[in-house]
């Protein structure tokens, strides 16, 4: 047990050929939530700026005011994020879920200029085999999400056989926002599967296949949760609610009331009806698109076409078991005019959020630096929106 005194200097975090000032990524969060605003404000402060593939042709057509394929709006993004980054470190998250896109949006990050891609919610296997086409193969960094030491074991196995090993790993554990691993609310909670637990699986697997950095992430709050996840080993940490929790991010203004507002009680893990995916998908209990879903009053519906196998999502037959994730977060980020509710995903650790901050400020605190007075931006000129942002930044 190392005994440390805080706040403590973190150290820079090396992925293949980039290094990080600052060794903390921000989730990728999507649809929409991970902006390039938000990402881009990431990489400005020397962290990882992530961004998310999904439902990025509509986003980046509506944003730049003309129709973008998958491949074209992922590449647009990444240099709109590049550009308001100052040229920092931006990856892209990329759901192997969202699979009529994923080799398109995988590419067109490339063709961007993205530094990492990073892919989760099922396992990417195919990822070294898609990306070894293009011409910036070698300078981009793999990195998948796993949930056990099992599917990183799996990965390494079949990876190998495309002669490309992962440049990082991200353990997420069951505290996380968005999907997480698990199927049942019993086996998420079940304290075999606590963070640590699952990064200790996985740090043991990864020292049999080289210099693997290990990334922590799911419910990494604070300065001192960061040093933990450091003194067991790991090379950094993936954060994804504090990060929604800015005014750079995507979210709407009532979803971020709502994170200001809500207590431990209110955060649920949907299951029945749940995501499309199958796996269990945490929500306020509030958003009024899940309060909907609850009653199944939302008749089955699915226009959007991006989860799951040819546009063939569950969720476009029955609401019984499952409902449309993909319209509703379309409509947390103002991007839906289908008369759809919203709906909000969070981490468990949402409850413990009591004030929207700016990322200049965030990064700061978790690095364990003083804010100064001119960091914190005056009520008065706060961001409203996005468009605001856009207007202070570029
Ligand atoms: C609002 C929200 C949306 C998310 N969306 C995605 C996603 O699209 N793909 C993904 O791999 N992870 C997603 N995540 C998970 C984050 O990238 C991150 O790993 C996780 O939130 C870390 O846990 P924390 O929220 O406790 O920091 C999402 C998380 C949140 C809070």
Not at 7 to 16: A, F, V
Not at 34 to 40: C, E, F, I, P, R
Not at 45 to 54: F, K, N, P, R, T
Not at 264 to 289: H, N, T, W, Y
Request: overall charge neutral; aromatic content about 4%.
């Amino acid at each position: 047990m190392i005994s440390r005194q805080f706040p403590s200097p973190l150290p820079e975090l090396k992925i293949k050929n980039i290094t990080m000032r600052v060794p903390i990524i921000q989730g990728g969060m999507g649809i929409g939530l991970s902006s390039y605003t938000l990402a881009g404000a990431v990489a400005r402060e020397g962290g990882m700026g992530v961004l998310s593939s999904a439902g990025l042709d509509r986003i980046v057509s509506k944003r730049h005011g003309k129709k973008l394929n998958a491949r074209d709006a992922a590449a647009q993004d990444v240099r709109d994020a590049k550009k308001m980054g100052d040229n920092g470190v931006i990856g892209m998250n990329v759901m192997v879920a969202v699979i009529n896109q994923y080799e398109d949006s995988v590419l067109g990050s490339m063709d961007g200029g993205v530094d990492a891609i990073i892919s989760g919610a099922g396992l990417p296997m195919a990822l070294p085999e898609i990306v070894k086409s293009h011409p910036r193969s070698n300078e981009v960094a793999l990195i998948p999400i796993v949930s056990s030491g099992r599917a990183m074991e799996v990965i390494l196995r079949r990876w190998k056989r495309s002669d490309r090993l992962p440049d990082a790993v991200i353990v997420e554990g069951p505290l996380a926002g968005g999907h997480i691993a698990w199927r049942t609310v019993e086996d998420a909670l079940d304290p075999k599967h606590h963070l640590n637990i699952l990064l200790k699986e996985v740090l043991d697997v990864v020292k049999n296949w080289g210099n693997i950095p290990v990334i922590a992430a799911g419910g990494v709050y604070t300065h001192e949760d960061i040093w933990e996840s450091l003194d067991m080993g790991c090379g950094g940490v993936q954060m994804g609610t504090r990060f929604l929790a800015t005014y750079e991010s995507g979210a709407n203004a009532n979803y971020k009331k709502l994170l200001v507002d809500c207590k431990e009680d209110d955060i649920e893990l949907a299951a029945k009806p749940g995501s499309p995916c199958g796996m269990l998908f945490r929500v306020i209990k509030q958003s009024p698109f899940y309060q909907q879903a609850l009653v199944r009053e939302r008749a089955p519906k699915c226009d959007k076409g991006y989860l799951l196998n040819k546009g063939n999502c569950p969720s476009k037959f029955e609401n019984e078991k499952t409902f449309c994730i993909c319209n509703g977060l379309l409509a947390a980020i103002e991007m839906n005019n289908q008369n759809e509710k919203e709906l909000y995903t969070v981490g468990h650790n949402a409850f413990r959020i009591n004030r929207i901050m700016s990322v200049q400020e965030l990064m700061a605190e978790l690095q364990g630096l003083p804010v100064p007075l001119d960091m914190v931006v005056p009520l008065e000129i706060r961001p409203q929106s996005n468009e605001a942002l856009e207007k202070l930044r570029i």
